[in-house]
């Protein structure tokens, strides 16, 4: 058994008028001690946010997906229950999945692994909170990230990533930098090719700015702190945005930063 593995699923539904559904499952073992959490936010199109985020138990990952209490994700499907926003959401996905290479980063024995599982998808979403409910239909998004290496032996530098709809069509970008180099794709409509090309983006709101050691769902008491100063203490910032240039699509995109990676 490996001393350290990180399995990580983002999903999200992006609706006609703006309002974004983010679900993000994660899992972490790092030196004997294991955490599992389920993390949902909703964007609306005032501004507005609601965010919950709950422990898992008896969580069992698959090939394809995971099953929890209370929930599951697969490649066609998503349901969970939390304490301040539960739901379900059907996905009916317009292409296979893709990366731009298996592994994306090979680290000795181990590596990175990252892929689109999910790159354009139809969706139907019923939310429901106490005193309220909502049904999203839009388009989906889902990709999984799979680490099996202790996360300050891949160097990491310098992470952009991000993913469009448009009405005739669906993109996502990566660019990776290392210490031992870039790592850099564009998916549009079925056709990966090499670079990092996304489209025209005009930045809507900002939704994330923030240490990612600072979620709950990468704290490992009492080793946290030390982990996040060995692995370059990422930051991250995430924008929804408009997309293309007559700005007629929506997108999500991201910036991730590591200090130099301390050996």
Known sequence: MTPFRLAKWYCDVLGDDGTLLIVVFGSVRFAGLERARLVVELHRPDGSVMRDATSLEHVRQTDDGCVFDGGALAPDRL??????????????PRFSATSPADPLLAVGRGALRWSVEIPDADAAVELGWPGGELTLRGRGYCD?????????????????????????????????????????????????????????????????DRRVAD?????????????????????????LARAGGDRSGWAVHELVRWRAART
Do not use: I, N
Not at 79 to 92: F, M, V
Not at 169 to 184: H, K, N, P, Q, Y
Not at 185 to 201: E, I
């Open 144 to 208: 999984r990230v799979l680490l099996d290496v202790v996360p300050w032996r891949p160097g990491l530098r310098r992470l952009t990533w991000g993913h469009a709809v448009f009405r005739d069509g669906a993109a996502w970008w990566l660019e990776l930098a290392t210490r031992r180099g870039v790592v850099a794709a564009t998916w549009r409509d079925g056709v990966l090719v090499a670079g990092c090309a996304p489209p025209a983006l005009s930045p809507v709101r900002t939704l994330v």
């Open 215 to 239: 979620l709950a769902l990468l704290r490992v008491p009492p080793l946290g702190a030390m982990a996040r100063w060995l692995a370059g203490d990422p930051h991250e910032q995430r924008w």
């Open 79 to 92: 349901s969970w229950r939390a304490p301040a926003l539960s739901g379900s959401a059907r996905l009916a």
